[in-house]
C-alpha cells in the first residue's frame, strides 16, 4: 500500500479529511483539488485573505495556521477571512499599502464575491497590484435553488478589469495553475477559476502532488521569469508563463488544449474544468469511430485568437461551442470569442460556429454529455459495458466499477458510502474518487453519494455518475423523489436498505412503487432487499445496521470474498477497529444468513402501468442529484408536550416570523463554543463490577458531524442532570416540566433562548450542584417564613460565613436541590429561578483516541466521581455519572478543547509518559499517533510509558493495548507500579528511577517530551524523578545545575507537560 492517510477528520462528505499537516500532501494524495490549491499558496505566501462563502475555502489554510505549520520560508502565513460585501476589498488595498515585497498576495473567494470587490479595484491601475484570486465558481442559483459552477460571473470581472484567467482542465492540474496564477500575478492581477463544487467536494487519488518545498522551488523559479514575460503583448504572457512551467515540470500545457480525431469534421469547444475534462475523455474515446474533436479552454483571458484558431485542426467544417450561460442570455461569450478568433484568422473560410448553451445548474454526466453531442453529429454505437462484479476471491481484491448510494440525509446509512470510499482507497492499485452532494429539497432533504473506483491507470470519469454498477437505496422515500434506476447500469443490481423490518417479503415487494419494479425490469437489474432490523447483534449495536450495509455491498461487489469479507470491514469501519475478527464473522454470517434477501426481478415487470388518480400527472423524476446546500438540513428539535398557552404563543410566533423576531434555531445557544452532536457508539466498564472504582470506557460516533480533534485535546462534555432526580424537584417545586421557560442568552442579553421548563433544569441549571454564598443572599427575599429568610440571610452575609463553611464541610444540604427542600416558603417564580441557580458547565475529558486512527470515533476513559455525605447518602458527580449511564445511540451535544499536550515536532524525539488512572487516556492516543506515523514509514524515537494503580487484575487500564504495542515494536518500556500486588509497595517514581539512565539520554540527549496526566497528588514524586534525571546528566557531563530551575525551564519550553486535574 503506497497511499498516505493524511485525514485528520472524515466524514460523509469528506471520507479522507482534512490533511493535518500541508507536508503530509506530496507524491500520491487522497484530497481534494481545493486542499491542493490551498496548499499551494499556504507555501508560497506570508499572507492569505480569504472571502467568506458556503464550503468555507478558508478552511485548511485557517487550519494549518492554527497548528502553526510553518512553510518552506520558515514563516506560518497568516489568514484574513473577509466578509463579502462591498468595501471589504478594502482592507487587501491597505495590506497591499503597507508591505514593501512585491510577492503574489493569494485572495481566496468564491466567484459570487467578486462583484462585491470589482468596484474597490475598478479604478486602480493594475501592474500595482499583485493580487492572484484563487476563485471557486460559486453561486447560488435562485432558480434550482442550488448550489452552481458559475463562470460568466468571474469571467465578466476579469474581462471588465483586464485580468488574466487560467483554469484546470482536471484536478491533477491544481497545483501546476496556482502557480501559474501567482507568478503571472506579479505583473497584473490574474484569477485562478476552477469548477468550486467539483473542487471543494470531490475527493479523490491525485498523484504527483509537490510538496511545499517543491511548491515554493518551483514558484522561485517561475517568479524569477516574470521580468521576461513583462516584455511580450499581454495575449501572450499567459501562454509564455505556461511554456516556464512545461520547462520546469516536463508537461505540456498550451492556453488551448485539443483531443480527438487527426482529421476532424466538428470540433467541440468547451471551457469549465469538469465540463472540459469530460469532453476530452469522451471525445479521444469516440474519434476512433467519429471524425470530431475537441478543445478545451486552458486560459480563457486573455483569449489568443491566433492560438485558438491554430489548433483547430484545418479539416474542420463545423466548430460547435458548449457554452455557459447565466439569466436571459440567449448565447455565451465563448461563442463570441471563439467565432471572432476563427472569422478574424481565417475570414469566410472559417468553419461554421454553432453553439449549445447551458445554465450553470447544468449536471455533466458521460450520458447526458453523449445525448449534447449526438445532437450534432452522428456518433457510434455505444457498446453496452455489461457489468461484471469481481470474481476474486482474496482480501486484498478491491472492486473497479461505480456505486451510488441514496439515502434521507438524516438517514441511517449516510455515512456508508464514506466508509466504503476509504476501504476501497486502501488499495494502492485503485484510484477512488467520491463525491456526497446534499438535496435539502428533493424528497424532504436526501444525500447522494458517489463512489468512482478504476486502476490507477486509468482516468476516472469527471461528472455526475449515471451508470452505477451498484445502486444502494435508503428506504422506499427516495423512490418517490429520484428516479434512481436511472443512475443504475443495465444489470446493475440495486440494494433497497430497509431499516423498518420486513416481515413478509412478498408483500414488501407486492407495495413497492410500480414505476421503480417496471424499470427495474425494463433494465434487468437484480434487486436485493436489505432488511437490517433482522439483525441484533448487541456487540455492535448503534452501528450494526451500517455493517449490515456493508455486508450486502461487499457481498454484492465481491460475491465470493467469503470471510474476508471480515477484512473489509474492519478497514471501513475505522473507528471500530478494535471488534474482534469472530464478533464481525458471526455478524457478517448472520447478515447473510438473515438480512440479505434477494428479489425476483419478473421480466413482466416492465409491462406494468401506474394507476393515476384525477389530477395526478406522471412527471419523470429528477435522476441526477442538485447540490442545494453542503450540508444536510439543519435539525429540529422536537415539539414538547400540551401547550402552555402565553408561552407557546410567543414561542411560535418567534418561529413563523423569524425575521421579525429574528429567530434562529440551533443547537446549545447558550454555550459560545462550537458544539456537535454525537453519538454513543460503545460503553463499557473496564474495572470489575464488583470493584469500588468504576472505570470506563465510552465512545463516540463523529460521522458526518464535522468535529476534529488533535492528539491531547479534551472533549467538552454538556452533560445533563439525572432526569428522575430533576422530576422530583419539579414536583417538590410544583412546575410542569412541559411548559416553556424564556431565558436570555448569557452572552448577549439582547437574544432570547425559548426551551421547556424540564429543559432548562436538566441541561442548563447546575441544579445539584455546590450552591455559593451570592445563592442564598439572593434567595433569602423570597422566603415567606421568617425564620427561613432570616437564616438564609445570615448564610448569605459575611457574618454566616463560618455557618456556611460548616454547612458546605459537613455536605448538609449540599445542593441546590437541597437548599429548596430545605426552605420550604423560598419560592422564587421560574423566571427568578432560572436566573439565581448557577448554570451547568461542561466537564473535559482528554481524548483517547487518534483521528488518525480513529477518523469517525472520539474515545474517552472515564472514572465515576462518587462520595458519601453527611447523612450518608452516596452521591455522584455531574457529569462522570451522566456518561457512565449512556446507552448506546444516544445522542449528546459535545465540544472540542484546545490543550498544551502536544507530541515533540519530531517524530524521532522520544516521549516518557506518565500518569495514574484515567491519566492514561491522552497517551493511548499518543500511542495511536505513533502507530501512524510508522505506518507513513516515518522513524519514530523511543516511547516509555509509565502507569501506577492498586492492582494489576482490575485497574490494568488499557494493558492489553500497552502490551500489544510494545510487542510492536511502538511502544519501548512499559514501568508499571502496582501498589498492592506485592507486600512491598511499589510506586510510579520507582520504577521511573529504574530506567534512570535510558531516560536521561531519551530526556538530556535526544530532547524527549515527559508528560504527566491524571490525578494531582504524584506532581511532586514525578517532578523529583525528572530533577533526578537533569542532575544525572549533569553529573555525566561534568556540569553544575540547578535542576529544579532546569525542570521548569523544560515546562517553559513545553517539553514536560502536565495535565492534572
Ligand atoms: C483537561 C482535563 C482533562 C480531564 N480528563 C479526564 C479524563 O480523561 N478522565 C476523567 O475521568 N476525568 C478527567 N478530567 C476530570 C473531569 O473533567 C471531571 O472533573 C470529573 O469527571 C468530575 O466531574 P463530575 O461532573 O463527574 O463531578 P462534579 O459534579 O464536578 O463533582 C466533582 C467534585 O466536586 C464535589 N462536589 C460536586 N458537587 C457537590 C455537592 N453538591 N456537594 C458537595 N460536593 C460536591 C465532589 O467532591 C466531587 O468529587 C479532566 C479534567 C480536565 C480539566
Sequence with gaps: MTIEKTSISASAVAPFGLPADPDS?????????????????????????????????????????????????????????????????????????????????PVLTPGSALNFIQPTLAGLTADKLPLSFQVAALDYDEATSSLVADYVSPLKFARELGYSVVTPLSAAEAQHMTLLSLALSKLQPSLHLYDGPAFLRENGRIENVLSPTELAAAYTQLAA?????????????????????????????????????????????????????LLLQTVATLAADAKIGAVAIRVPLPFDTAAFAATIPASAKSVVVLGQTVGVATTSALKADVAAALFWESGIAAPSVSEFTYPASFIWSPLILRKVLSSFVVLPEAAAKPVVYS????????????????????????????????????????RVNYRAKYDNVNGAGSVHAQIASVPVAENSVPGSVDAADVVFVEGTQILSAYDVISTAREGATVLLGVSTGV?????????????????????????????????????????????????????????????????????SQGSGIELLPSILTTLASKCDELAVKPVEVVPEWAQLVEELKEGETSDPLPFLALETAFSGNPRTSEAAGEPEHSVYVSAAKRLAFKEAYGTTTSLRPDLSVRNFVVKVQENRRVTPSDYDRNIFHIEFDITGTGLTYDIGEALGIHGRNDSALVQQFLDLYGLEGADLVVVPNRDDAKLVETRTVFQAFSENLDLFGKPPKRFYESLAPFATEEAERKQLELLGSA??????????????????????????????????????????????????????????????????????????????????????????????????????????????????????????????????????????GMEIGAVYLYLGARHKKEEYLYGELWEAYKAAGIVTHIGAAFSRDQPEKIYIQDRIRENIEELTDAVMEQNGSFYLCG???????????????????????GKKVDAAHEVEEMKEAGRYILEVY
Design 391 to 430: 470474481q476474486d476471491a482474496t482480501t486484498a481484491a478491491s472492486p473497479h466499477g461505480s456505486f451510488v448510494f441514496w439515502s434521507p440525509d438524516n438517514g441511517q446509512f449516510v455515512e456508508v458510502a464514506s466508509k466504503l470510499a476509504h476501504a476501497l482507497s486502501l488499495d494502492g492499485a485503485s
Design 25 to 105: 500532501l506530496h507524491g500520491v494524495a487522497y484530497t481534494s483539488p481545493h486542499t491542493l490549491v490551498s496548499q499551494t499558496v499556504y507555501s508560497t505566501a506570508a499572507k492569505v485573505f480569504a472571502y467568506k462563502s458556503a464550503g468555507a475555502l478558508e478552511s485548511s489554510v485557517q487550519l494549518w495556521e492554527a497548528f502553526g505549520r510553518a512553510n518552506p520560508q520558515e514563516i506560518v502565513p497568516s489568514l484574513t477571512a473577509l466578509e463579502v460585501r462591498s468595501g471589504a476589498a478594502n482592507a487587501i488595498l491597505g495590506y497591499l499599502s503597507q508591505r514593501a515585497s512585491h510577492t503574489a498576495l
Design 1015 to 1037: 490525578p494531582t497528588w504524584p506532581v511532586p514524586d514525578i517532578t523529583a524523578c525528572l530533577e533526578d534525571v537533569v542532575k544525572n546528566d549533569a553529573q555525566k557531563t
Design 799 to 936: 457574618e454566616g460565613a463560618a455557618d456556611l463553611k460548616k454547612r458546605q464541610e459537613e455536605n448538609v444540604a449540599d445542593s441546590y436541590a437541597d437548599v429548596f427542600a430545605e426552605f420550604p416558603s423560598a419560592r422564587p417564580a421560574l423566571s427568578d429561578l432560572v436566573q439565581i441557580i448557577a448554570p451547568l458547565k461542561r466537564r473535559e475529558y482528554s481524548i483517547a483516541s487518534s483521528q488518525k486512527m480513529h477518523p469517525n470515533a472520539v474515545h474517552l476513559l472515564i472514572v465515576v466521581v462518587d462520595w458519601v455525605d453527611s447523612r450518608g447518602r452516596t452521591r455522584f458527580g455531574h457529569c462522570s455519572k451522566y456518561l457512565a449511564e449512556l446507552a448506546v445511540g444516544t445522542e449528546l451535544v459535545v465540544s472540542v478543547k484546545p490543550s498544551v499536550m502536544k507530541l515533540p515536532p519530531l517524530s524521532t524525539q522520544p516521549i516518557i509518559m506518565s500518569g495514574l488512572g484515567t491519566g492514561l487516556a491522552p497517551f493511548k492516543a499518543f500511542v495511536e499517533e505513533k502507530i501512524w506515523q510508522k505506518q507513513q
Design 225 to 277: 521569469q516574470t521580468p521576461l514575460w513583462e516584455s511580450l503583448p499581454v495575449a501572450k504572457r499567459p501562454a509564455a508563463a505556461l511554456s516556464a512551467l512545461n520547462a520546469i515540470f516536463d508537461t505540456a500545457y498550451q492556453p488551448f488544449e485539443y483531443a480527438g480525431h487527426a482529421e476532424p469534421t466538428t470540433v467541440f469547444v468547451v471551457y469549465g474544468t469538469v465540463e472540459s475534462e
Design 503 to 571: 416481515v413478509d417479503l412478498t408483500e414488501f415487494v407486492e407495495k413497492l412503487p410500480i414505476s421503480f419494479k417496471r424499470d427495474l425490469a425494463a433494465n434487468k437489474n437484480k434487486l436485493v432487499v436489505v432488511d437490517t432490523a433482522a439483525v441484533e447483534f448487541p456487540e455492535t449495536e448503534g452501528y450494526t445496521a451500517s455493517i449490515v450495509v456493508q455486508v450486502a455491498f461487499w457481498r454484492t461487489v465481491l460475491p465470493k470474498l467469503g470471510d474476508h469479507v471480515v477484512q473489509k470491514l474492519w478497514q
